[in-house]
């Protein structure tokens, strides 16, 4: 990325050329992976030009000069539709961008595109999109995972070099551990919320989706920062992450939850997070024991609270202001009622249903207020572990990318695919995910990295040394 | 929390009308379903104890901030009103209220 943009700065290319060639790419890949729900080549090609014609001028453009991005179709973007993946949203057209989007554009990003994702980010497989599953590169028989699977599958074909991405509960970490990618969810509150499609507020973070860590780095540096239009966004000092990453980890503890490898998880997918230990050790890190106790309450608690902020985000789509309205209604309950029965698919009214349930009165404080309860222990094990360790280690999943349908039709499975991402979000600490070997069938199989709140520096460092030094490195095998 | 999920479908029809959400007859009994499969398995959490526990709900420990209130140039009324399905001028418009 940094290599990409300092020749466009030079004038060796220029974004006019690298941009068309995003393009023609994502263009021809819609049929077998549907990684986009809006193409935006118009905005695209102007943009392109515009940066060509500073770059002829001698300006000096941003980090990410002439960098073709695909966007997750989340994140509000002035003039171009955003759907967020819902039929609800469908003819959308934000009159203002999210600061993400406007971050990247100041830093000379093209936005490409708006990608697929499972509706308003729910969704661990792409399958719950309103616009068709996105495949996955490695096998278009598979999931690319969600909710980010459009980012994860764009970036793992090669049609850009980044995208972003959006992780409530490992919607970043997940697809790009299934597509082979690097996916980095920051620190609750590192990258502003303005403009993105909320779902479950005290989760929701922004992140970059990309080919390897220092790309994520540098795509973290662009977008993170106290924003005035966020008030949960952190007044903590960014970093130039991707500058001066070392090549070791001397005096590195890393810690092994034991509540992270037991049984369930496929021998390849361990065997692959184990080898990656063994590098970061002949790197100079400490391995340690360590233990989560409250682990096996994560998926109870993400699953109480994110159903419970959702319902009450997804009250603002009364079908009055924006987004679908139905048609031939009697007043205005059932203008409501309709809109929103017409508009949202299976999952988002799944999980206001759930919310609503249990946020009503008699059962808040047993549900809402039980999970915040056990939501402190959780992030209480994750405060005790890093007395003892600097970055933990763990699987992103226990298996590889699954088969398109194998699990939409049992909610609960599906909920339980999250296991190792769920307990992470719910501290709000940052987590990056990687990818470290294959299974037997030949997919990609990850490994996550998780550290304190604002101390992606150390996951960053972690997960370089682990890229850096994997003999075992595989060329996705569709072919644009 | 009982180990026994409590959803039933007349549970359901009064949570839809709650979250202003029209579903069908069919829906209705997929989410009795579902829903109390969910419910029954994130009971788990009554065996935790959290006596004396504060509930936690942002997960990191900044402090709340706030901006000047000072006039920003906004949205135009017209930008604003742009998405509305049905709007007169620079209003809303919605059916009877009463």
């Known amino acids: ?480 | 929390m009982t180990s026994q999920s409590n959803i039933d479908k007349k549970t359901i029809q009064k949570i839809a009308d709650l979250a202003q959400l029209a579903l069908t007859p069919e829906e209705e009994n997929l989410y009795t379903e579902q829903l109390g499969s969910i419910v029954n398995y994130v009971s788990l959490l009554s065996e935790v104890n959290t006596d004396g526990i504060e509930p936690l709900v942002t997960p990191t420990d900044m402090a709340f901030t706030m901006r000047e209130d000072e006039p920003l140039k906004q949205l135009s009324p017209e930008e604003i009103v742009a998405n509305s399905p049905d709007k007169s001028g620079n209003l809303f418009k919605v059916p009877p209220v009463l």
């Open chain 1, 1 to 480: 990325m940094k290599e990409l943009a300092s020749r466009i700065q030079k004038g060796e290319v220029t974004a006019l050329s690298i941009t068309e060639r995003a393009i023609k790419l994502a263009k021809a890949s819609q049929k077998d992976l549907n990684a986009f729900i809006t193409i935006c080549e118009k905005e695209a090609l102007d943009k392109a030009k515009a940066l060509d014609a500073l770059v002829k001028n001698g300006k000096t453009l941003g980090p990410l000069a002439g960098v073709p991005i695909a966007v997750k179709d989340l994140l509000l973007t002035t003039g171009i539709r955003t759907t967020a993946g819902s039929k609800i949203l469908d003819n959308f057209i934000p009159p203002y961008s999210s600061t993400v989007v406007q971050k990247l554009e100041a830093a000379g990003a093209v936005i490409i595109g708006k990608t697929n994702l499972d509706e308003f980010a729910m969704g661990a497989s792409n399958e719950n999109s309103a616009y068709g599953p996105a495949k996955n590169p490695w096998d278009l028989t598979r999931v690319p995972g969600g909710s980010s699977g459009g980012s994860a599958a764009a970036v793992a074909a090669g049609i850009t070099l980044g995208a972003i991405g959006t992780d409530t509960g490992g919607s970043i970490r997940e697809p790009a551990n299934f597509c082979g990618i690097v996916g980095l969810k920051p620190t609750y509150g590192r990258v502003s919320r303005f403009g993105v499609v909320a779902f479950a507020s005290s989760l929701d973070q922004v992140g970059p989706m990309c080919k390897t860590v220092e790309d994520a780095a540098l795509m973290l540096e662009v977008i993170s920062g106290k924003d005035m239009n966020d008030s949960t966004s952190a007044s903590v000092a960014t970093q130039k992450w991707s500058q001066n990453i070392p090549t070791d980890v001397k005096g590195m503890r890393v810690g092994l939850p034991k509540e992270y490898f037991v049984e369930g998880i496929e021998p390849e997918v361990e065997k692959n997070v184990r080898r990656s230990i063994e590098i970061l050790k002949n790197a100079g890190a400490t391995i340690v024991d360590i233990s989560l106790p409250h682990t096996k309450y994560g998926i109870g608690v993400y699953y109480l609270i994110a159903p419970c902020e959702a319902s009450a985000n997804l009250s603002r789509y009364d079908g009055i202001r924006f987004g679908h309205r139905a048609k031939n209604v009697a007043d205005l309950s059932e203008l409501y009622k309709r809109s929103r029965g017409e508009g949202f698919g299976p999952e988002p009214k799944r999980r206001i249903m759930l919310g609503t349930f249990a946020l009503s009165s008699g059962y808040y404080d047993a549900y809402f207020k039980k999970a915040c309860k056990v939501r402190r222990l959780i992030r209480n094990d994750f405060t005790e572990a890093f007395k003892k360790c600097d970055v933990i280690a763990t699987p992103v999943t226990t298996g590889p990318a699954f088969k398109v349908g194998e699990k939409s039709s049992d909610p609960l499975a599906m909920y339980l695919n999250d296991i190792f991402t769920l307990s992470p979000s719910l501290a709000g600490i940052p987590g990056i995910s990687l990818n470290c070997g294959y299974s037997k069938e030949g997919l990609p199989t990850g490994i996550q990295l998780l550290s304190n709140h604002f101390e992606e520096d150390k996951i960053i460092r972690a997960a370089t040394v682990i890229e850096k030094n994997q003999t075992d490195v595989r060329k996705v095998p569709y072919g644009l």
